[in-house]
């Protein structure tokens, strides 16, 4: 199961009422995307909570894929804030609290020490399949990479 299907939206109920209308608890579902970037659904959001939707929309669902905002660049992207969290030094439990505080998103420490796991290990594999056949630069960059995640 990919981190994005364990990031959740805090204050789910809340905004349920405030949109009259249910949607599912993970940030990345198809309906939850669907529901929350209308224009109707933003403007009946307070203001704090539409300009962390509008921040969230800004930073991750900009692109220019005809299937937008289903097409996986979001994901995408989200990973890639994810990891560069983790090696600006903050820990499974900080990267929880900025992104709760960027984004109004949630999700369990542990779920994200997986995530940052399982990519220092796919790294090292990375490292070493390119060592072996022979293209030191990728295995120069997968080790300059898992190393910015372990420190």
Do not use: W
Request: charged share 25%; with cysteine.
């Amino acid at each position: 199961m990919a981190i994005t299907d364990k990031i959740y939206i805090k204050n789910h109920q809340q905004i349920v009422s405030q949109l009259e209308t249910s949607f599912p608890k993970s940030a990345f579902s198809g309906a939850t995307l669907d529901i929350l970037f209308q224009g109707e659904a933003l403007a009946k959001l307070d203001d704090t909570t539409q300009d962390r939707v509008l921040d969230f929309a800004e930073d991750f669902l900009d692109c220019s894929c005809e299937a937008n905002p289903h097409c996986g660049c979001a994901e995408e992207k989200f990973v890639r804030y994810l990891l560069e969290l983790r090696e600006q030094g903050l820990g499974p439990d900080a990267i929880v609290d900025v992104m709760g505080d960027d984004y109004m998103l949630y999700a369990y420490p542990g779920d994200v020490l997986s995530f940052l796991d399982s990519s220092v290990r796919t790294l090292e594999a990375a490292e070493t399949l390119a060592d072996v056949e022979g293209h030191t630069e990728s295995a120069t960059q997968a080790r300059q990479l898992r190393e910015n995640l372990v420190r």
